[in-house]
Structures are given as C-alpha cells and as structure tokens.
C-alpha cells in the first residue's frame, strides 16, 4: 500500500469514526433526556399516589417529593449541555481538518451546516420557524422542571387549605419552593444560552477557530 493510499484510509476511517461519534452523541442525548423523564414521572406519581391513597393527605411531603426531580433534570440537562459541546467541537474538527482541508472542491456536510448555523438560519427568535424541530427536545428540561413546581405549588395550597394556620412543615416547604424556583430560573436562562449559542454555529465557530489556530501555530513552528 502506497503512502497517499494509507492517508487516504486512515481519513476515510475517521472521518467515519468521528460520523459514527455524532451519532452516537445524538442517541446519549435522547438516552439521557428519556431516562430523567421516567425518573420524574415516577416521583410525581408517587407524590400524587400519597396524597390519592390515604385518608390523611400529606400534601407537604408530597410538595416536597414533586421538588426532587429538579435534581435529576439538572444533572441530565448538564450533560445535554456538555454533549452538545462535544458535538459540535467533533463536528467543527471534521469541517477544517477533513472536510476543507482534503475537498477543497466539494462542500461537506458539517462544513455546510456550519454556514447554515452561521447565517442564522437556526437562530432562536424571529426566522426560526419550523428549524425548532432540530433537537428540540432539549428545550423540554427546563418546561419539565417548571411543571413540577407548579405541582409542587398546588400541592402547598391544598396543605395550607388542611391546616387552621401555617405550621413549620409548610413554611419549610414555602422556603425550599422559593429557593427551587429561583435557582431553576437561573439554570434555565443559562441552559438556553447554552443552546442558542449552539444553534447559532458560535460554538462551533470557536472550535473551528480553534482547530485553525493550531494548524497556524504547526506552520509558524
């Protein structure tokens, strides 16, 4: 085998490799998203399961229960978070160290979706439009975590409702909802940052300069 012929091997090997890496990344996701939706809908049901089967309700508990999942959306969304990272810092690398680099005569597709995200063709707000359905279902987390504290709210009215006057489980319950509440609301807004950025192609604009930027440091070296 010819030198130019194991080059070209080894840039079809990774090039799917790295193919087969996004794809692979896309699954996590909707693993990991699927995974903190079954959880949360277990402890809702039980939450609603203690307050359905007993003569003596435990709206406090069951306010506090339908709070956990915050826990767990978080985590998942986390990891949404870093896997969308590393999708487009693989995506970028394939667009300028392969894509570019070895077609200069033919656009690739991540060399092509980065000119798309680019131009703003995935930009959340005005033009948007039908292209929310790409990876939509990471804008689910934050909606997830909002309906849990509104269960857990309906849950402290129904408690407050029992009770002839506020006593220390249902003020606790006020203090953990509100501190809940505050925090999800910062998450949230830096979850869709997160995501707009992405959308966007700035992320994958940074890698891609970052990936340039070795490249220039190779040559001036």
């Known amino acids: 085998m010819s030198t130019s012929d194991f080059q070209n091997d080894f840039i079809l090997n990774e090039y799917n490799t790295l193919r087969q890496e996004l794809l692979d990344l896309s699954s996590r996701q ?60 693989i995506a970028s690398f394939i667009a300028i160290n392969i894509e570019e680099k070895w077609l200069p005569h033919y656009r690739g597709w991540e060399t092509c979706m980065g000119v798309y995200r680019r131009k703003g063709k995935l930009e959340i707000g005005k033009g948007y439009g039908s292209s929310i359905s790409w990876k939509s279902y990471q804008f689910v987390v934050p909606l997830i975590g909002y309906i849990c504290i509104v269960i857990s709210l309906v849950f402290l009215i129904l408690a407050l409702n029992q ?3 506020p006593e220390p489980g249902f003020i606790i319950l006020v203090i953990v909802l509100f501190l809940f509440v505050v925090l999800w609301s910062i998450f949230t807004k830096s979850y869709f940052r997160m ?26 070296n």
Do not use: C
């Open 30 to 89: 909707l693993n990991t998203l699927s995974l903190a939706i079954t959880v949360t809908l277990g402890l809702i049901g039980f939450s609603i399961q203690l307050v359905s089967s007993s003569d003596h309700p435990q709206f406090l508990y069951s306010g506090l229960l339908s709070l956990s999942p915050l826990i767990i959306l978080y985590f998942a969304g986390l990891q949404i978070q870093t896997q969308s990272y590393t999708t487009m810092r």
């Open 163 to 165: 009770q002839a006057g």
């Open 195 to 220: 995501l707009a950025n992405v959308l966007k192609g700035e992320v994958f604009d940074q890698y891609s300069d970052f990936w340039k930027n070795i490249e220039k440091d190779e040559a001036d």
